[in-house]
């Protein structure tokens, strides 16, 4: 993948309070009131790393803003309680990845990785509607939104293996156009498979060597042969063995 230069997210945390628990809502820090209020519109979207979803209303009084409506739906959800510690990443256009730690200070395991929240016609009650992973166009759809390919058999995971896909895609936050490779084959040792429209988008008939970055910075030349299809052949042995990935069911590359 190729290299990118981006300006660093911003991020702020809160500590759940009883009071906070008991208002049913959580106010903004300033200094981000101060930086993004005016580009926040009325309702803000709430992003876990399982791919749930939820829509939560922004109340403003001067310049403090509060999550409001749906967002004792989210504690709820969550399972939230006094004491825990929640980090917010600003993703732009009034949408934030949210990390949820206990009290313990572990991440929790996240619920309802199938589900997203809506709001109703009346604008205070708030429903979950099923967000179909069943559906393998969805699921595509999903992981084309944040510009990542998939191979074809993906048609052979089941919905748990696809919703560990749009999880991994949140926590990994591929920033440059990217695909899934799918293990479970002999031939993944060997080879490795480029989805056609990846490959037709970005690779362009590309043949001969080119190189791939692992997350330490190492660089790994490879071969990079059309017959048919597209593949990396020559060197990836030594770069699957090398990232340990035998006992891996997927990764992005």
Not at 122 to 144: I, Q
Not at 227 to 250: D, L, M, N, V
Request: aromatic content about 14%.
């Amino acid at each position: 993948m190729a290299e990118s230069i981006t300006a660093e997210p911003f991020r702020f945390f809160k500590i759940i309070l009883q009071e906070t628990l008991q208002d049913k809502k959580l106010r903004i820090p300033g200094d981000f009131v101060k930086k993004f209020g005016d580009e926040l519109c009325d309702v803000a979207t709430l992003r876990v790393p399982n791919g749930c979803v939820w829509k939560v209303g922004l109340t403003r009084e001067g310049r403090k803003i509060w999550f409001n409506d749906g967002w004792h739906d989210f504690v709820k959800n969550h399972s939230i309680l006094n004491d825990y510690f929640l980090v917010f990443e600003y993703a732009k256009n009034s949408a934030f990845d949210v990390l949820i730690f206990d009290k313990s200070a572990c991440e929790i395991e996240y619920t309802c990785a199938e589900l997203e929240n809506e709001k109703q016609n009346d604008g205070k009650k708030s429903k979950l509607r099923k967000v179909a992973y069943e559906d393998e166009y969805k699921f595509v759809a999903v992981l084309e939104e944040m510009g990542i390919c998939i191979s074809g058999a993906y048609k052979f995971l089941s919905v748990e293996e696809r919703q560990r896909i749009i999880c991994a895609s949140r926590l990994f936050r591929l920033e440059n156009p990217s695909f899934f490779c799918i293990m479970g084959s002999t031939t993944v040792l060997n080879y490795v498979y480029v989805p056609p429209k990846f490959a037709n988008k970005y690779l362009n008939k590309v043949n001969g060597s080119i190189k791939i970055k692992d997350t330490d910075g190492r660089v790994w030349p490879v071969n990079l042969a059309w017959s048919g299809w597209c593949g990396i052949r020559k060197g990836w042995p030594a770069f699957f063995k090398g990232q340990g990935f035998e006992s891996r069911r997927y990764m992005p590359l």
